[in-house]
């Protein structure tokens, strides 16, 4: 079974930044897709970002697009979500998961497209 841990989560002020670290157990000779998803109290999930396999591709939705950035460490078990010029609306539960398809070049955005999701970590941004 893959295990997902994420981190980095905490509380800041709208207009700072936050970067999770997402860290797996699945080792492979290279990389594989890695999505973000996040669910803010009393509403559904949604996605927030993905990467393909190489790190070549990555897909975001348009409320973080240009505010968050998705990075894959050289060690390729970790992904990064940096997240800038946070909002009070980016306040949620953050989770990374890994797709069925794991070496797909498409960037999947559903949440049925992922086998193995992390446990969270929390985001809180006050005004």
């Known amino acids: 079974q893959v295990q997902l841990v994420e981190s980095g989560g905490g509380l800041v002020q709208a207009g700072g930044s936050l970067r999770l670290s997402c860290t797996s ?11 973000w998803f996040r669910q ?8 927030v970002g993905g990467v393909n396999w190489s ?3 990555e897909v975001y939705a348009d ?4 505010r968050f950035t998705i990075s894959v460490a050289n060690s390729k078990n970790t992904v990064y979500l940096q ?4 909002r009070p609306e980016d306040t949620a539960d953050y989770f990374c998961a890994i797709p069925w398809e794991i070496y797909t070049n498409t960037v999947r955005t559903k949440e049925s497209d992922y086998r193995y999701w992390g ?4 985001v809180a941004v006050s005004s």
Do not use: C, H, I
């Not at 157990?25 to 990389?31: A, E, K, N, Y």
């Not at 997240?83 to 946070?86: K, T, V």
């Not at 446990?119 to 929390?122: H, K, P």
């Open 25 to 35: 157990s699945l080792r492979t000779d290279v990389g594989y897709g890695v999505g």
């Open 40 to 47: 803010a109290p009393g509403k559904e999930r949604e996605f």
């Open 55 to 57: 790190g070549g591709n």
């Open 63 to 66: 409320s973080v697009r240009g």
């Open 83 to 86: 997240m800038n010029s946070l």
């Open 119 to 122: 446990q969270g970590t929390q």
